[in-house]
């Protein structure tokens, strides 16, 4: 089944404890992208990868880190979590322009930094 | 930057009516995808229409890409409806405010 997956789907932690969030695809996809979903601002891109070791910042990358040293993987690094970190995140992929822009979404994590 | 705008912002219905979502983007895109998004948070692909017509059973959806909006449809809503219609524009997935939709038996 053609999916995107995310690690783990709910985390409560505390501030300055360093934290990964992983994301995978099995679709082959070259693009692939981190969002964060709050109230009121509704979904904002942090970072986004064109593809192996390209990466680049989206609207809200202050705070985060990414790696893409594998093409199915695309992991979200927060170094130093912090309270204004809690959030709904989102993993996504597509394929390249030329082919279809239609992204894929993984179930979310639903992160708490207190 | 690109601006989407979605209306209304709630919708509350009872099951078997009929509803139209609209959204508004203020310049010329490449991609439009309509999603779902459930009471538990997670994202549903509805459609990928930059341009065009299509139907999924209950749901279709209309982009006229030159006049800039898009409509999405929904005939004989169901409880299992409920939840927030995102539109998202532009390849980087710009997305806007939602419509809420509330149905009720």
């Known amino acids: 089944e053609a999916q995107v997956t995310q690690n783990p789907r709910y985390l409560i932690t505390v501030t300055g404890k360093k934290l990964t969030v992983t994301c995978s695809q099995n679709?082959?996809?070259?693009?692939m992208s981190w969002y964060r979903q709050d109230p009121g601002l509704g979904l904002r891109q942090i970072y986004y990868?064109?593809?192996?070791?390209?990466?680049d910042k989206g609207d809200v990358p202050e705070g985060y880190k990414v790696s893409r040293k594998e093409k199915r993987n695309f992991p979200l690094i927060l170094e130093s979590p912090s309270p204004n970190q809690t959030s709904l995140y989102f993993c996504a992929s597509r394929g390249l322009a030329g082919r279809s822009y239609e992204q894929y979404f993984g179930p979310g994590t639903r992160l708490t930094v207190t | 930057g690109i601006q989407v705008e979605q209306s209304p912002p709630d919708l509350i219905l009872q099951e078997g009516a009929n509803s139209t979502l609209r959204c508004n983007f203020s310049?010329?895109?490449?991609?439009l995808q309509w999603f779902h998004q459930n009471p538990w948070g997670q994202l549903i692909n509805l459609f990928y229409i930059p341009s065009g017509t299509k139907q999924n059973g209950r749901l279709s959806a209309t982009t006229v890409a030159t006049e800039r909006y898009s409509l999405l449809y929904i005939s004989s809503s169901q409880t299992t409806d409920s939840g927030v219609y995102f539109c998202?524009?532009?390849?980087?997935?710009?997305f806007g405010t939602g419509t809420r939709l509330q149905v009720f038996p």
């Open positions: 998202a524009v532009a390849s980087k997935l710009i």
């Open positions: 990868s064109m593809n192996v070791e390209v990466t």
């Open positions: 310049d010329s895109v490449n991609n």
């Open positions: 679709m082959n996809h070259e693009y």
